[in-house]
C-alpha cells in the first residue's frame, strides 16, 4: 500500500501498535452513531476490527497518523463503487475521532487521497455518502469538491469527476 503524506498527516498501513488509538475513538459512541458502526466496548473487539484492518490495508484502508503526536486519528477507505455501473469508479469513506472534529484534518486526508486515486490509479470519478444527520461529512465532502447525486430514506450520495482526465484542469 501507498503511504501517502500532507501538511499534519501520515497516511499509511494499519499496525498492531495501533490497537489503542483506534479504540478510542471507536469506543466513542458519537462517532460510532455519525458513521454507522457498533461502539466497540471492549479492546477485543476492537482488535477483531484492527486485525481485518490490517488485512485491507494491504489495498485500500489508510490509518490517519497525526504527524504531530504519532497519533492515529481515523482511517479513510478507498474501494471499488459497486453501486455503479462505470468499471472505473471508486468510493471513498472515512472516520475521524471526535478530539479532531473541526480542524480540517478529514479535508486534508481526503484530498490527499483524492490526489492519488485521480493521478495514480486514473479513476474516472468518486463517490462519498453520508447520513442524512452527519452535518460534520458533509461539509467535508463539499469542501472536497464533491457535487450533490442523490438522496436516499438515509443517506446523501455525492460524487466527484477526475477532471484532470477529462480536461487537464486541476479537479478540487
Known sequence: MEIL??????????????????????????????????VKSTENETLNILKQFIIDSTDSLWA???????????????????????????????VLSQKY??????????????????????????????????IQSKIVIEKCGFKYERKSTDKIYYSLINKVKTNGSIYV
Open 5 to 38: 503524506k500532507s501538511n499534519r498527516l501520515i497516511l499509511r498501513s494499519w499496525k498492531i501498535c495501533d490497537l489503542d488509538d483506534l479504540h478510542e475513538f471507536t469506543s466513542n459512541e458519537r462517532v460510532a452513531s455519525m458513521a454507522g458502526f457498533k
Open 64 to 94: 490517519i497518523e497525526f504527524k504531530e503526536s504519532h497519533k492515529v486519528i481515523g482511517w479513510v477507505e478507498l474501494h471499488t463503487y459497486l453501486q455503479n455501473e462505470q468499471t472505473n469508479s471508486k468510493e471513498i469513506g472515512f
Open 101 to 134: 472534529w473541526g480542524l480540517g484534518i478529514m479535508a486534508e486526508a481526503v484530498i490527499t487521497v483524492l490526489h492519488y486515486a485521480f493521478s495514480e490509479e486514473n479513476i474516472d470519478s468518486i463517490v462519498c455518502s453520508h447520513f442524512i444527520n452527519n
